[in-house]
């Protein structure tokens, strides 16, 4: 018998844990109404919540920021390789696993069990053991081969091992409909997180309006990681299979969301945390790769030619209330034409100029020397930093900055 609540552990990318949480609390009351938002704690390297697995599961498609879902099924003391193996074999599987995991993610830190290899053997013996005593019937393993192989991780951490079963399969950021990217793009979940941060700022300034008065603009879009992931913000994934459509438990059905609003779908206009979504980009042929593979599901973003650094008008610019967030280039895997204390601020005039926006976000690397780090900041006036989080993109440490233009 399956227990009512399960501990989730969600993976989260390092500094994006704050507002991961709070995309938690934001869609909590928008997919389930009628349950009070549950307690979710920061932990080491993400969250972890308590919850029902049918819900625990969906999170899978609700949420844009986390990389994964894991279920937590069991935590122990463990110091050899014969207490692993009886406790892995006396664990029932059989709601989750039709036989013995192909992956197996194995760390271990400061614990007797150190040797990865000989874990991975005794895991599996155990395995063998168990499904040979309980084999899963044969429906159910017919439908799991159409799924992404299910993941067990075993995490030992003084002495204590974890074992969480992948609820997601493929990363949750790979969304399944855009198959084209830019030359450097911004991955999906951190574009969904640094747009929601972008929201929660303008609305704690802007007290008397809502994010969903402004308009949003990317003036160097290249794939619109941030047009597509701002104007689909309540929009559920299910445009994709994961790991959890091939749990036993759920019986070949599993769990789907019913959205419960007074309309009983999530309409365009309010799955989207901006009022609209715009952007520009300078390359041609990555303008209308984008169109063709990323945007053709997503008739309200417009997305125009455009030369920021150019001295041409920009089109088609949005009447009212304006919020710009962009990922520049950082002269790493695409070269900047002119040194940072020079691109950058050449960069900041013209967006000052040409789209005067309320609110300014971008995502670059500063540089360590405090002068040029100066030169470039100061560049930004009369915008004032709101906000700031650090983080790692491509594996390049940026920082997401959120600017506020100071009225004299």
């Given at each position: 018998?399956?227990?009512?609540?399960?501990?989730?552990?969600?993976?989260?990318?390092p500094g994006l844990e704050e507002i991961s949480l709070n995309e938690i609390e934001n869609k909590w009351v928008v997919f389930f109404p009628d349950e009070k938002i549950p307690e979710i704690k920061t932990v080491?390297?993400?969250?972890?919540?308590?919850?029902?697995?049918?819900?625990?599961?969906?999170?899978?498609?609700?949420?844009?920021?986390p990389t994964r879902v894991l279920l937590r099924l069991k935590e122990f003391k463990c110091r050899d390789l014969p207490k692993l193996y009886n406790k892995i074999k006396n664990i029932d599987w059989s709601p989750f696993l039709t036989e013995a995991p192909i992956s197996l993610k194995i760390s271990c830190h400061q614990s007797r069990l150190f040797h990865t290899n000989k874990i991975e053997l005794?895991?599996?013996?155990?395995?063998?053991?168990?499904?040979?005593?309980?084999?899963?019937?044969?429906?159910?393993?017919?439908?799991?081969?159409?799924?992404?192989?299910?993941?067990?991780?075993?995490?030992?951490?003084?002495?204590?091992?974890?074992?969480?079963?992948?609820?997601?399969?493929?990363?949750?950021?790979?969304?399944?409909?855009?198959?084209?990217?830019?030359?450097?793009?911004?991955?999906?979940?951190?574009?969904?997180?640094?747009?929601?941060?972008?929201?929660?700022?303008?609305?704690?300034?802007?007290?008397?309006?809502?994010?969903?008065?402004?308009?949003?603009?990317?003036?160097?879009?290249?794939?619109?990681?941030?047009?597509?992931?701002?104007?689909?913000?309540?929009?559920?994934?299910?445009?994709?299979?994961?790991?959890?459509?091939?749990?036993?438990?759920?019986?070949?059905?599993?769990?789907?969301?019913?959205?419960?609003?007074?309309?009983?779908?999530?309409?365009?206009?309010?799955?989207?945390?901006?009022?609209?979504?715009?952007?520009?980009?300078?390359?041609?042929?990555?303008?209308?790769?984008?169109?063709?593979?990323?945007?053709?599901?997503?008739?309200?973003?417009?997305?125009?030619?455009?030369?920021?650094?150019?001295?041409?008008?920009?089109?088609?610019?949005?009447?009212?209330?304006?919020?710009?967030?962009?990922?520049?280039?950082?002269?790493?895997?695409?070269?900047?034409?002119?040194?940072?204390?020079?691109?950058?601020?050449?960069?900041?005039?013209?967006?000052?100029?040409?789209?005067?926006?309320?609110?300014?976000?971008?995502?670059?690397?500063?540089?360590?020397?405090?002068?040029?780090?100066?030169?470039?900041?100061?560049?930004?006036?009369?915008?004032?930093?709101?906000?700031?989080?650090?983080?790692?993109?491509?594996?390049?440490?940026?920082?997401?900055?959120?600017?506020?233009?100071?009225?004299?």
């Amino acid at each position: 018998m399956i227990k009512n609540v399960f501990c989730f552990y969600l993976v989260i990318s390092p500094g994006l844990e704050e507002i991961s949480l709070n995309e938690i609390e934001n869609k909590w009351v928008v997919f389930f109404p009628d349950e009070k938002i549950p307690e979710i704690k920061t932990v080491v390297g993400g969250l972890e919540v308590d919850i029902s697995l049918e819900k625990g599961v969906l999170l899978n498609q609700i949420l844009k920021i986390p990389t994964r879902v894991l279920l937590r099924l069991k935590e122990f003391k463990c110091r050899d390789l014969p207490k692993l193996y009886n406790k892995i074999k006396n664990i029932d599987w059989s709601p989750f696993l039709t036989e013995a995991p192909i992956s197996l993610k194995i760390s271990c830190h400061q614990s007797r069990l150190f040797h990865t290899n000989k874990i991975e053997l005794t895991v599996a013996k155990a395995f063998q053991v168990y499904f040979k005593g309980f084999p899963a019937k044969k429906k159910y393993i017919e439908n799991a081969k159409k799924f992404h192989p299910t993941a067990l991780y075993i995490r030992f951490d003084n002495d204590i091992c974890t074992l969480s079963i992948d609820t997601s399969g493929e990363p949750l950021y790979k969304r399944s409909k855009r198959p084209f990217n830019g030359k450097a793009p911004i991955r999906e979940n951190y574009g969904a997180a640094l747009c929601f941060s972008l929201k929660k700022e303008i609305e704690l300034i802007s007290k008397s309006q809502s994010a969903t008065n402004f308009h949003l603009i990317d003036p160097m879009c290249g794939s619109g990681t941030f047009l597509v992931e701002a104007n689909n913000w309540l929009r559920p994934n299910q445009e994709r299979n994961f790991s959890y459509f091939s749990y036993p438990c759920f019986k070949l059905a599993p769990p789907s969301l019913f959205i419960k609003n007074r309309s009983n779908e999530i309409s365009q206009n309010k799955s989207s945390l901006f009022l609209t979504s715009s952007g520009y980009e300078a390359n041609a042929t990555i303008l209308q790769k984008t169109k063709e593979n990323n945007l053709n599901f997503e008739p309200e973003i417009n997305i125009l030619k455009h030369d920021i650094l150019s001295s041409d008008n920009m089109k088609d610019l949005p009447n009212g209330n304006k919020a710009v967030i962009f990922n520049p280039p950082y002269g790493k895997r695409i070269k900047l034409s002119q040194k940072p204390t020079s691109y950058y601020p050449s960069l900041f005039k013209k967006i000052k100029e040409k789209i005067n926006p309320e609110f300014l976000a971008v995502v670059f690397p500063l540089p360590e020397d405090e002068k040029d780090k100066n030169i470039i900041l100061s560049s930004i006036k009369p915008y004032k930093l709101v906000k700031k989080i650090a983080f790692k993109n491509g594996g390049i440490p940026v920082f997401f900055m959120i600017f506020c233009r100071q009225l004299s």
